[in-house]
């Protein structure tokens, strides 16, 4: 027999450390449960969609780098350009489109790590956050030493990438793939096979297949539940059609399959990487495009599969130098209101657990 | 007690694989760089400071005045003025607000001549926002014959 309690209602954030951003909690607890959440956003709300309409189409492109999910740059540049190239008929040469493939993918391996680290860290494993950040900083520096940026990167241009790979680039991407599997066995040593980690991740913050696909979620919190999707195959851009790779589906729904699904996702990318690495063809780089586009009047909607999940744009042209209209549609956001569901009767510790499994970016989910 | 046995088991076992990877990372080389002290090298491509490089021969600036860079700026942080007319154009003013520079590499990507360039220089902080408003003396100053940050490692 229970003793009634008065409800405490509890700001998380937006300044607390494990929110992973400046995201707003209002956690409603009896004790040490808790009965309800509701995520507050806004706090780094940039108006991309209204400043694109003010600037040119390549113009946009770097400030989808920043303005949106900042982890996964490219992934961005690639959802906007996707849409421009969709709308204007652009071609790429099959070059810059394995040169794109390739790209992505370690971009995803670079955001997963980010992911993995502060996940650990707030977990309470602060090792595995330097190995983690270790094995990006090596990312970062082959995305240094071929477009010159480090986190923004404006790589991707309509019909092509700005510049070819430097000499040697392959092979010292090829050694990182090498370091990196025998790296990913040793985060499974550390991680997978802790029964503190067990405790602290297996049935909790479980999200049901049901509530997943109600709620729209996508990317690897939709896979971990159950729901086999992702545009890379479903709808297949780039050059993601002629790669073999297998999309990880998990059914538990809890923090630890979201945890192997990314895990997964990591060695397949190491493994497409590889194929583009043997399969990249010599070539154009980019197509005759000029600098200030004109795309015909028309609206297009195109969907990427970027590290968090289905990245969609919608983009409206008047005939103009500048679109009419961009709507983004932001895997994050999607997944953020999830949130509720999975936290609701677990313990305020669970709630840092289940709000870092998501892997949200706050720049993505305000835009 | 089987079961608490079995966990116990489990747990030195977490740990001491735990200790091993640990050791393990004991005996490979350092990745940290001691930063103000050591810097990194950074790569031909690098993202930068902008600079304005002279021609070495006649020293008079590289750049035509076309005002190309100006136009495809996304945060419109170049500003242009020149003189004279036609061919005799000279350059008055070349300002760029480094402060409102995102760093993206259009107007490198645009120029015609090469004027306009990145040098691979990381350290751009000053105490003052004003120090940030690069003239064409400034720009021609971070254009050296050798890159100004040249790192000891990597």
Known sequence: MALRTEELILNMGPQHPSTHGVLRMVVTLEGENVVDVQPDIGYLHSSVEKMMEYRTYIQSISLADRGMDYLAALANEMALLRAVETLGKIETPTRAQWLRTMFLEFQRIASHLVWLGTWGI????????????REREKVIDLFEKST??????VYFRPGGVYEDIPDGWLQQALAFCDDFEQRLVEYDELL???????????????LPRATATNLGASGPVARASGV???VRKAFPYEKYAEVEFDIPVREEGDCFARYMVRMEEMRQSVRIVRQCVEKLPPGEIR?????????????????????????GVYLVSDGGETPYRVKIRAPAFSNLFALS??????????VIAILGSIDIVLADVDR | MRATLHRIGRGIQALATGLRLTFTMLLRPKNTVMYPIKKVDVSPRWHGLLALPVDPETGNDLCIICFQCERVCPSRCIHIEATGKAKERVLTRFDIEMDKCQYCGLCVEVCPTEAIVFVPHYEASTYNRN????DLAD????APKEPIARGVIR
């Open chain 1, 122 to 133: 707030d977990i309470g494993a602060t090792t595995v956050f330097l190995w983690c950040f």
């Open chain 1, 287 to 311: 197509a005759k495009v000029p600098i200030t586009l004109r795309l015909p009047k028309g609206e297009v909607y195109t969907r990427t599969e970027s590290p968090r999940g289905d990245l």
């Open chain 1, 341 to 350: 569901e999975m936290m609701r009767g677990w313990k305020v510790a669970d």
């Open chain 2, 139 to 142: 720009l021609h100053r971070a």
């Open chain 1, 192 to 206: 997978t096979a802790n029964p503190i980690f067990e405790v602290r991740t297996k049935g909790i913050g479980v």
């Open chain 2, 131 to 134: 120090n940030l408003n690069y």
């Open chain 1, 148 to 153: 010159g940026g480090r986190l923004h990167y």
């Open chain 1, 228 to 230: 086999a999707f992702d």
